[in-house]
């Protein structure tokens, strides 16, 4: 009796090794853990995009939950991404900083005025270094700071209303 | 024989055209300045242990993402600036976490991916080394054990009548 139960071994391997496999299909291998969640936004001091001689730091992002979406006008998705980000800044209050990713000034503004401009500003990062401080590899990226100006959550991709409602709404609550 | 030369003329052009496209490519590629061998070196071996993160299965030194060419201008910014390797190294894995490596570091996350192998390797030999004591402890018993001289008798008498 014994000697029969261990003719199953092979099968329970192969049940356990299928449901890993399995669950390994789900998974997204180009979404990276960021390595900046739980340490402070990366200092910076840069212009906006309607305003070439604002400094703003850091320190700015602070006092509330917000919204950090890197975005430029080369970016396809981005554009995919934007009216579900006009609608969040509208409908929810939440404020949203923008971080312009290797742009131009007269496109971006262009961008702002075509498809409305959901950013209490948008910082404008030419050369990409910031971004490059922050770990973005892709635009569109979406990141929660929260009120110490701690960054709390990267999301990488298009925010539709399903990835707000189901994903992001509920990280922002959580550090709010 | 007259079709040779028909073929010839096209692989000519084809290998014509692969040359001028070969340096055409190469030509995108960015020229870099260094101020002495020994940072080139350095450069070359870092682009080439850094992970590209959008393409995730090139290094920095053979992706033409956007993003690779940014993190090869930081290395090349950061060895002329004087740091070491492996402040480029923990400098970009600040920022891109252990993705960036190609060899992941050794740290209780990975101790399945560096050591599971072995484990199973030693498995293995475990397994084969019990079943191959069991095979041989078995022939052994049969061999003593298997006839009685009843058997044998009985063995016997059968083949005799056999033969007759």
Redesign the interface.
Known sequence: MKRRLILFIPLIVALVLGIFLWQGLKLD??E?????VGKPFPQFTLSTVKDENAAITQDALKGEVSLVNVWATWCVSCRQEHPELVRIAKETGIPIYGLNY?DTRPEAIRWLDEYLDPYRFSLFDAD?RVG???????APETYIVDKEGIVRYRFVGVIDRNIWLNELLPEVNKWR | MALIPALRWPQWLLALSLVLSASLAQATIEAMEFRDDGLKERYQKLAFILRCPKCQNQNIIDSDAPIAADLRQQVHRLLHEGYEDNEIIDFMVARYGNFVLYEPPVNPLTYLLWYGPFVLVGIGALVMFLLLRGRKKNTQESETTAMSDADRERLNNLLKDKRN
């Open positions: 291998p180009r990276l853990p960021s390595a900046l290797k990409g490059l401080d922050l770990g973005v590899y892709g």
